[in-house]
């Protein structure tokens, strides 16, 4: 067993990636965790996120970020970050890639274990128009275990 540190992004081949529509907490990224491998989830760990509208600007302060871990049947669920307000979660560091200062940390007591063949998904809410998936970006900085 190897506990190496991961980072998940937009960009890895287990995202599914899907627009949002307005006025509900939906999926934009959903990572399912390969089998042979688990992610293990710190309180240390970061998100950092930068969320547009198709329009590509930059999502409404109004817009609600939320992290969740879902089993593989995708009906238990346990919240990792929010939700909360996108002028929140900006503040805290929305589209800041460098200082660690600025960094969203998990929102857990201890460390969980992401099973193989388990999500960890990344919703918004937005007003109108919609998140765009193709000009949005995230990056969840962690632990692999394979």
Same mark, same amino acid.
């Given at each position: ?63 609600? +970020?939320? /992290?969740? @871990?879902?089993? #593989?049947?995708?009906?238990?669920? &346990? ?5 909360? !307000? ?33 999500? +960890?998904? /990344?919703? @918004?809410?937005? #007003?109108?128009?919609?998140?765009? &998936? ?5 990056? !969840? ?6």
């Amino acid at each position: 067993m190897i506990i190496e540190p991961f980072v998940i992004t937009q960009e890895d081949s287990n995202v599914t990636q899907t627009d949002t529509t307005a006025e509900a907490l939906q999926d934009l990224f959903v990572y399912r965790v390969p089998i042979g491998q688990s992610i293990l989830l710190r309180p240390e760990d970061v998100l950092v996120m930068d969320i547009d509208e198709t329009d590509t600007t930059v999502a409404q302060d109004i817009s609600e +970020i939320k /992290l969740e @871990v879902r089993d #593989a049947t995708g009906t238990e669920k &346990k919240p990792l970050v929010g939700p909360m !307000l996108y002028s929140n979660f900006a503040a805290s560091g929305v589209g800041e890639w460098v200082d660690e200062d600025k960094f969203v940390h998990l929102d857990i007591p201890g460390e969980i274990e992401v099973g193989e063949r388990e999500y +960890i998904a /990344l919703m @918004v809410k937005n #007003a109108s128009p919609y998140v765009d &998936k193709d000009t949005s970006a995230f990056s !969840l900085r962690t632990h692999r275990k394979r």
